[in-house]
């Protein structure tokens, strides 16, 4: 999937990693990762790395140390059609250096297991409940992985492609069922 | 999912007439709350129906050495620490439930709390209660009506939501949004900012006891939500910033109004202080209270003013700035003891500085269209739709079908009230959303209140919770 031009950002120059001692250390860690850069309209830098799934838990440590401190955001996609099916995005900041990081790793349907971060980032204890809650990815090594948003008696994982709207009936009290 | 807890067994209706057979004699669980405390209390019954009996369900709170909120606080010193004497033994605590409903708790929010005595000893937040799956809704939902869905997640600064969400869906079309249109953001998300802050104060005063507080805070707020009801015809949830521009042009006469908003909410503003900020009652509860630190706001995700009254000098309106907010003057201000008192004094002037680039925008709202002109995202007049059949079919199917983005993924932020809210849209191309993740700041200061609360007296909680302020349908979604 490609990026479309973006109104807010401005041609970046061709990357390569060697400029960037941030973004050296994270290819350092994850050899594996395809590392890019572009430039925010106001001077800021964002960065984007997707990552083999054995390579993720050294990646987002490699960034932490690198000076990406500040957790934002961790969430699942489903491309269900797409292999690997699950994808988990992580965005984080280094705001001395006015950068932010978005960390991608594919997570395949059959075997939905990735690393937790919540040893590098506490603050993604919630956010990892949410995406197990949500779309069944398993975070291994993570404290507490119980729903979060859903009941706990929930069967299922809701907004996976194939949990479909209106798939569980609404009990509407003491409504009669059409015979 | 057919044999999911939530369907329906059976006959409802035939249930009523023929009950069934167990339901005649006295079921062994249908003993009254009285008789489990009397068997408890007179030791007779068996420990393990008692411990189901008084269960807390589902969610329980870690062992003492996994919890990764005490995990962090361990080895930095908190100030709001209560020396509680030694001699307290492990029997003296207990469980106990604060909400889901509670009046303090600003929605429906659970504590889990550990007490021993008055102190907390450990907290967990249980959410989920207004869960309604938006983000799913989403996926059924056309760009064009999308609006109208984020706008409803947190409901006292719905034109970020709206802004965030239109600034996503922009950039993936690739589209440039005219200065007029861009301004208008500005005027509204900058109003939005100080209605929510006015409200804050507001409730921050009546749960800490100052209940004219409150009064006076609605009396402002009441003033600016006036405005966008003029502007949008709407109080809340206005659908007004939409991708591509605003749902319409600020009426006529909306300088005179913005005006009298400068005049009047200062002013306000002027009495909160003289109410507040030397008032000892309120310095007692704020001062030292609820304490986070600035290395536990990066990994907890905090931002906002919880982030900046600690000393963070984060603000995405400088340091990825959206929407024009660039060429605006405005102060970003920083407080560096991080406890309850410095989150209102960055809170009331974060308030002034909103009003300060208001003052701005009135000044130099640039001339021109208040939505773009790309006739793929943008109906057309209502004149055309009588004079042209292409305009007529251009109109039917973007309200229809909806208009398609190019496939694509983006992560937005802007600077809501409450912090960093993000929205992380994918498009397979289509007229809908393939996903879209909302990252809201409520959700991370939520989750960061063990840290906040933790070894902190009982009457502390609402001070704390009330200055994290969580809008809990932004939480749960």
Known sequence: MEHAPDADEEAAAPYSPMDEPMLEALAAAAPGAEISTRRHVAGGRLDEATVPRDEYGACVAAAYDAGYTTFADLCAVDYYSRDPRF?????????????????????????????????????????????????????????DLTRILMPDEWDGHPLRKDASVGSVPVQFKGAHKPA | MSDT????????????????????????????????????????????????????????????????????????????????????VEDERQIINMGPQHPSTHGVLRLQLEIESETIRRVKPIIGYLHTGMEKTAETLTYTQGATNVTRMDYLSPFHNELCFSLAVEQLLGIEIPPRAQAIRVLMTELNRVSSHLLWVATQGMDMGAVSMMLYGW?????????????????????????????????????????????????????????????????DRAVGVGVILPEECRAYGVTGPIARASGIDWDLRKAFPYSGIDQYDFDVPVEQNGDVYDRYLVRMEETK????????????????????????????????????????????????????????????????????????????????????????????????????MTDSLVADIVATLASTDPVLGDVDR
Do not use: C
Request: charged share 25%.
């Open chain 1, 87 to 143: 994808e988990i995005v992580i965005q984080l900041i280094a705001m001395d250096q006015r950068r932010r990081l978005e960390i991608r790793v594919g997570v395949p349907g059959q075997d939905p297991v990735a690393a937790s971060i919540t040893g590098v980032f506490a603050g993604a204890n919630f956010y990892e409940r949410e995406a197990w809650d949500l779309f069944g990815i398993d975070f291994t090594g993570h404290p």
């Open chain 2, 5 to 88: 807890p939530h369907n329906v067994e059976g006959d409802l209706h035939a249930l009523a007439v023929d009950p069934p057979e167990e339901s005649a004699g006295p079921a062994p669980d249908a003993q009254s709350r009285r008789q489990v405390h009397d068997m408890w209390v007179a030791g007779t019954e068996e420990q393990a129906w008692i411990a189901e009996a008084t269960d807390e369900g589902a969610q329980e709170l870690l062992p003492r050495d996994i919890d990764p909120a005490l995990a962090v606080q361990r080895g930095v010193v908190v100030s709001d620490d209560y020396e509680v004497a030694e001699q307290v």
């Open chain 2, 353 to 452: 500085q909103s009003l300060r680039i208001v003052r701005q925008v009135l000044e130099t709202m640039p001339a021109g269209d208040y939505r773009t002109v790309d006739r793929k995202v943008t109906p057309p007049p209502r004149k055309r739709i009588d004079e042209s059949m292409e305009a007529l079919i251009h109109h039917f199917k973007l309200f229809t079908e909806g208009f398609k983005v190019p496939e694509g993924r983006v992560y937005q932020a802007v600077e809501s009230p409450r912090g960093e809210l993000g929205m992380y849209l994918v498009s397979s191309g289509g007229p809908r959303p393939w996903r879209l993740h909302a990252r809201t700041p409520s959700f991370a200061a939520v989750q960061a209140l063990p840290v906040m």
């Open chain 2, 219 to 283: 009396r402002e707020r009441e003033l600016v939500l006036q405005f966008f009801e003029a502007v949008t015809g709407l109080r809340m949830n206005h659908n007004y910033v939409r991708p591509g521009g605003v749902a319409a042009d600020l009426p006529d006469g909306w300088e005179d109004q913005v005006e009298s908003l400068l005049d009047v909410v200062p002013k306000g503003l002027g009495e909160y202080e003289e109410l507040l900020s030397e008032n000892p009652i309120f310095l």
